[in-house]
């Protein structure tokens, strides 16, 4: 029992930093001071500096970077999005770079730096559902999360290296939890600067005359896949996961509190606006890239359930990119069965009369390992003529019976 | 080089346990030279790609905070006295620059891939636990022969340099004193980690690497600095002596038999000669 009471007191002395904490993020915004986001904007005191320092040097290996998408048409028109969300005047402060990583993810850095992932553009299913995820980044940078984040690190880690020389030395297990105390404490500023990010992408929406009510259309749609893949894994669906040391609140937290801040900010959304038809204009060319992308990191639940959401659930929304997706998909896990369904998908593909050309080797590679040799030769011969300089002609060539030149 | 600091540290928490056979606080420094190697004689051009220094201050928590000033000055300093060391040498240090185009993605694959290769020497040789048993005696590691393409920026030999430092504040140099006063065991105050390596252009080998993961000397001032170079500068390889080459070094003839059996190709420093990785 004394055990616990000195935890319960040690636990006492971080919520006080806390609340300071909370207070000066108050005083904050009393003060005039300028936004990260204003014209001209220098860093202020050391720590910022040392920050946006080392992220300008992380910043030119980036533009180095091989996972780049320097596709001019498609950086425009999310930079686009970005300001039609935040306005003219804000959205220069910010400088995005679309990444081509599978993952769903964005992230933001304290100098502007903006990561978008290719995986987060595949999932999105219009441009507010874009905007709500570029409002919550912006929110961070105008907010300086991350700067106020390492200072709250800083201080708490100060404290642990304090108390582990502390004269009275508090017994094990209290000592033990008030570490666990500390670093959760850090955990839970965390998530309180993602609650606040929320808040203002919602606000931002609002504002942009988005229909506010994408952002937690993200996150369902995002729950719904992680359950897929957990349910196809056997394991715990992320979506489920929280507790001291998540960094993030809940998924479906957050849906359900971005829904109730969506509703109050625009109680009729009828007039507001998703764009989903520009969005998906706007990802084009990109498209049959990103599914290749998703399918590679073999979650077959989960890009199943993808490939169902992004048809619509409607028989008439499976279009021929996604006939193809779901054959390669089909393709890559083959199983018993697999050949067979793939192949099916690959020749609905077809029918549908666009359709990637990658179609036809598909096929042909599917109906090949069902030992239908002369239509899988066919089928390749067929993708041959369309991509004769395919990377993998010379391969395809040999297994479709054709000599080498 | 992301991948070799963390590696750099990784070997350094390896080694702290087993410290003992090391200089004072046990950190990793090991040199590797290619054997018998000698830069060629002559004037000698080095390409020095940006020097990636990283200069910030170490929490009492022992988080690194990074100093844009500190930063800023030291790679002033060290740039400065780099220039020193090799003029003293008789050797000519060649800034790059080139950050955009062809050429500057050229040199942001090289360094990354020279932080790959590094990265391997110091896991496979340098940490003699988990050192292969062909590298035992071997030194041989390459970028290639197309890294001659980078001798179109005018220098015979390519530089790559890496620091690290966050120096302990007060607030951890207490810590670090009460932690031995009152036996909470030895709390390090300071990181202070660096790495140079110096490639062949002509064929792309690692002929030096030089780790140390405890170096010396406060780059933030100018004498620091040039201690500290001198401490990244060590078992550099030496010029060849011989054919001093009058004037122009584009083209000469290497020191080689006249008719003796040759197995290399020619070695004819010409930029044009050298791109054509046929």
Redesign the interface.
């Known amino acids: 029992m004394k055990q616990f009471a000195i935890t319960l007191a040690a636990s006492a002395l971080f919520a006080s930093p806390l609340a300071a904490q909370d207070v000066a993020a108050v005083e904050q915004v009393a003060d005039p001071a300028p936004l990260p986001s204003a014209h001209g904007y220098e860093p202020q005191d050391d720590l910022e500096k040392g920050l946006w320092y080392e992220m300008d040097e992380a910043e030119r290996r980036l533009k180095q970077s091989k996972f780049l998408i320097e596709d001019p048409a498609l950086n425009d028109y999310v930079r686009g999005v970005l300001c039609r969300t935040v306005g003219e005047d804000r959205c220069p402060a910010a400088r995005i770079y679309l990444m081509r990583t599978p993952q769903f993810n964005a992230s933001m850095a304290p100098n502007g730096v903006m990561l978008v992932y290719s995986g987060l553009l595949l999932r999105m299913r219009d441009e507010a559902q874009l905007a709500a995820v570029l409002g919550h980044e912006f929110t961070h940078f105008e907010k300086q999360h991350s700067l106020r984040l390492f200072r709250n690190m800083r201080k708490k880690s100060d404290l642990m290296a304090w108390l582990s020389v502390a004269p009275v030395r508090l017994p094990y297990a209290a000592a033990m939890a008030t570490q666990f105390a500390v670093i959760g404490s850090v955990f839970s500023f965390s998530r309180d600067m993602e609650r606040e990010a929320d808040a203002g992408s919602i606000k931002e929406l609002a504002q942009a005359g988005y229909d506010p009510r994408a952002a937690s259309a993200v996150w369902s749609q995002l729950g719904a896949e992680m359950d897929a893949t957990a349910k196809e894994r056997r394991h715990r669906s992320n979506k489920k996961r929280g507790g001291l040391f998540a960094t993030h609140p809940r998924t479906t937290d957050r849906m359900g509190t971005l829904a109730q801040l969506a509703e109050a900010a625009v109680p009729d959304a009828s007039a507001a606006e998703t764009r989903a038809a520009e969005y998906r204009a706007a990802l084009g060319d990109w498209w049959p890239q990103l599914i290749d992308d998703q399918i590679a990191l073999q979650d077959f639940g989960g890009t199943e359930y993808l490939l169902a959401t992004l048809a619509g659930g409607d028989p008439a929304g499976w279009t021929g990119d996604l006939l193809y997706a779901r054959g390669e998909l089909y393709r890559a896990r083959a199983k018993e069965g697999d050949f067979a369904q793939a192949a099916d998908f690959f020749r609905q593909a077809i029918a549908t009369g666009d359709t990637p050309p990658e179609s036809w080797r598909g096929l042909g590679l599917a109906l090949m390992r069902l030992g239908n040799k002369p239509e899988g030769q066919e089928a390749l011969r067929s993708y041959l003529t369309l991509r004769p300089q395919a990377a993998d002609a010379a391969l395809l060539r040999t297994m479709a019976g054709e000599t080498l030149s | 080089m992301k991948a070799l600091l963390t590696a750099i540290v990784a070997a350094l928490l390896l080694f702290v346990p087993a410290g003992s056979a090391h200089a004072q606080f046990g950190g990793l420094e090991r040199t590797e030279v290619k054997e018998g190697y000698q830069l060629k004689p002559g004037a000698v051009q080095i390409l020095v790609f940006?020097p990636d220094v990283?200069v910030?201050e170490q929490?009492?928590?022992?988080?690194n905070?990074?100093?844009?000033?500190w930063?800023?000055t030291a790679k002033a300093h060290i740039m400065a006295a780099l220039e020193q060391e090799h003029l003293a040498r008789g050797s000519q240090l060649v800034m790059v620059t080139q950050?955009d185009g062809e050429m500057?993605?050229l040199v942001?694959?090289y360094t990354a891939l020279f932080g790959t290769v590094a990265n391997s020497v110091l896991n496979h040789k340098m940490v003699r636990s988990n050192r292969l048993p062909t590298k035992r005696d071997a030194f041989d590691w390459t970028l290639g022969e197309d890294a001659a393409r980078l001798k179109a920026l005018g220098g015979d030999y390519g530089l790559f340099f890496y620091t690290y430092d966050s120096y302990g504040s007060t607030?951890?140099k207490i810590?670090q004193g009460?932690?031995l006063v009152?036996g909470?065991g030895f709390?390090p105050s300071g990181v202070h980690i660096g790495y140079a390596g110096l490639v062949d252009l002509d064929t792309g080998d690692l002929v030096w690497l030089n780790v140390d993961t405890s170096m010396g000397g406060d780059i933030r001032t100018a004498e620091g600095a040039q201690k500290r170079v001198a401490q990244l500068m060590e078992e550099f390889p030496v010029r060849a002596e011989g054919v001093v080459v009058p004037e122009g070094t584009v083209t000469f003839d290497p020191p080689l038999p006249p008719d003796g059996p040759v197995d290399d190709e020619p070695v004819v420093a010409s930029p044009t000669a050298a791109g054509d990785g046929q």
Not at chain 2, 59 to 63: A, V
Not at chain 2, 65 to 69: G, H, Q, Y
């Open positions: 940006r990283h910030g929490t009492t928590g022992g988080m905070e990074p100093n844009a000033e930063t800023q950050e500057g993605e942001a694959d607030g951890r810590i009460l932690a009152l909470g709390v």
